[in-house]
Nanobody, 123 residues
Framework: QVQLVESGGGLVQPGGSLRLSCAAS????????IGWVRQAPGKEREGVSC????????YYADSVKGRFTISRDNAKNTVYLQMHSLKPEDTGVYYC????????????????WGQGTQVTVSS
C-alpha cells in the first residue's frame, strides 16, 4: 500500500523543540517533492515547508523561517521537520504530503497525504 506515516508529535512548552518524521512506504519518496502542512483548529490548512525531489531546494513559510528545518533521507525513505523555538501558534495537526517533483507552494500539488500528527505548544 502507498502510505505516509507521520510521527514525533506531542506536547511541548513554548521555546521547545520537536522533530517530526514522515516515513513513506509503497512508493519511492525520491521522485516527489515532500511538504509539511499544518492545520490549526478552525483554520485552513497551511503549507509550512517543502523540499524538492531533484535539487533538494526548500521552501519555508515566513511564519516558521529560521525556526524549522526540512530534510530528507532517501536511503530511509523518510523526510523530517526539525522544529525549534516553538510557539503556541505552531499548535496544530501536521501532515506530510507527497507530490512533485518540485515545490509549488500549492496544496493541490500533493498526491499522497499522511494522517497527521498532533503538535501542541503550551505551558
Amino acid at each position: 500500500q502507498v502510505q505516509l506515516v507521520e510521527s514525533g508529535g506531542g506536547l511541548v512548552q513554548p521555546g521547545g523543540s520537536l522533530r517530526l518524521s514522515c516515513a513513506a512506504s509503497g512508493f519511492t519518496l525520491d521522485y516527489y517533492a515532500i511538504g509539511w502542512v499544518r492545520q490549526a483548529p478552525g483554520k485552513e490548512r497551511e503549507g509550512v515547508s517543502c523540499i524538492s525531489s531533484s535539487d533538494g531546494s526548500t521552501y519555508y513559510a515566513d511564519s516558521v523561517k529560521g525556526r524549522f528545518t526540512i530534510s530528507r533521507d532517501n536511503a530511509k525513505n523518510t523526510v523530517y521537520l526539525q522544529m525549534h523555538s516553538l510557539k503556541p501558534e505552531d499548535t496544530g495537526v501536521y501532515y506530510c504530503a507527497a507530490g512533485g517533483p518540485v515545490c509549488y507552494d500549492k496544496l493541490h500539488q500533493y498526491d499522497y497525504w499522511g494522517q497527521g500528527t498532533q503538535v501542541t505548544v503550551s505551558s
